[in-house]
């Protein structure tokens, strides 16, 4: 088995996608993308006034991800994308039905998550916008996604990461 060339680092604010897809890009020569970079002016101005997004706003952004990030990912190197995907539905959008790619899914109790927005400088996600992250959430299933728990350090989840993806070659169907 071989590792995956993309891998989807999803879950709501403060799971700490950015820092987790950082330094694993950084310990394996990655090409790391963080999809807020990818989202059109309007949906961070009305995210920055505290309104969650739609799905109509989500679509573009979701698409722009697939055709700029997944679709042109090289060969030979992995790509790494810490994106929220709330939902089913975005994920399908996104094509991550390939072989090659794996899904983590951080997973955070509202006490850690909470704690480390707060902590969080020129962000516009705002912690009342978690409430209609949680409530948008569709976690995948453990068949579908390798489930990490956000309790421990950053490093010590890209360890968990590591071991379950580049050692045991953790594998969407």
């Known amino acids: ?23 694993l ?3 394996h020569g990655g090409v790391f993308h963080d999809a807020d970079d990818f989202h059109p002016q309007a949906n961070v101005d009305k995210m920055a006034q505290g309104h969650p997004l739609t799905d ?12 700029e990030v997944i679709n ?8 790494l994308l810490a994106c929220s995907a709330l939902k089913q539905t975005y994920r399908e959008i996104l094509g991550l039905d390939q072989t090659d790619v794996s899904i983590v ?3 955070g109790d509202l006490e850690t998550l909470v704690e480390r927005i707060n902590i969080r400088e020129d962000h516009y996600m705002k912690p009342g916008m978690l409430a209609s992250q949680l409530e948008t959430l569709e976690a995948p ?12 350090s950053p490093e010590e989840i890209v360890t968990q990461i590591e071991s379950a993806l580049f050692q045991s070659a953790f594998l969407l169907p």
């Open 105 to 107: 899914y951080l997973a």
């Open 56 to 67: 109509d706003d989500r679509l573009p952004w979701l698409q722009r991800l697939r055709q």
């Open 141 to 152: 299933s453990p068949e579908e996604a390798l489930h990490i728990s956000i309790r421990s």
């Open 1 to 23: 088995m071989k590792a995956p060339r993309i891998v989807l680092l999803m879950g709501v604010a403060g799971s700490g996608k950015t820092t987790v897809g950082t330094l």
């Open 72 to 79: 042109t990912a090289p060969e030979g190197k992995i790509t």
């Open 25 to 27: 890009a950084e310990r």
